[in-house]
């Protein structure tokens, strides 16, 4: 059974920094993408950071110099550093693990955690 844990999440001053943890056990794909995703109220979930197994990335243009995500294999750990946060910034952060290349595409995704909040202020 895939699980994966999200933490990190906190209320911060715009400018300021954040890192998201995401612990990931139980899948066993050879080849496979985690990726980092939010979703504001009212709002649909987006693709923010993906990565592959090869270290691979791909992000999404709102975050691009500002987030960067990374893993480290020995502890299966997914990792979301954030800086200059940004008001719209603001969001539950969720980590998702699929089969196969990266992808921000949500619905590409079958295994989810169960979110983070993060909260930047003006």
């Known amino acids: 059974q895939v699980q994966l844990v999200e933490s990190g999440g906190d209320s911060v001053q715009a400018g300021g920094s954040l890192r998201l943890s995401c612990a990931a056990s139980?899948?066993?794909?050879?080849?496979?993408?985690m990726g980092w995703f939010r979703q504001a109220p009212g709002k649909e979930r987006e693709g923010v950071a993906s990565?592959?197994?090869?270290?691979?990335?791909r992000y999404a243009d709102s975050v691009k110099g500002r987030f960067t995500i990374s893993k480290d294999n020995a502890k299966n750990t997914l990792y979301l550093q954030m800086n200059s946060l940004k008001p719209e910034d603001t969001a539950m952060y969720y980590c998702?693990?699929?089969?196969?290349?990266?992808?921000?595409?949500?619905?590409?995704?079958?295994?989810w955690g169960q979110g983070t909040q993060v909260t930047v202020s003006s």
């Open positions: 139980g899948y066993r794909y050879s080849t496979y993408s």
């Open positions: 990565i592959f197994t090869s270290g691979g990335t």
């Open positions: 998702a693990v699929r089969a196969g290349w990266v992808s921000l595409n949500p619905d590409d995704y079958p295994h």
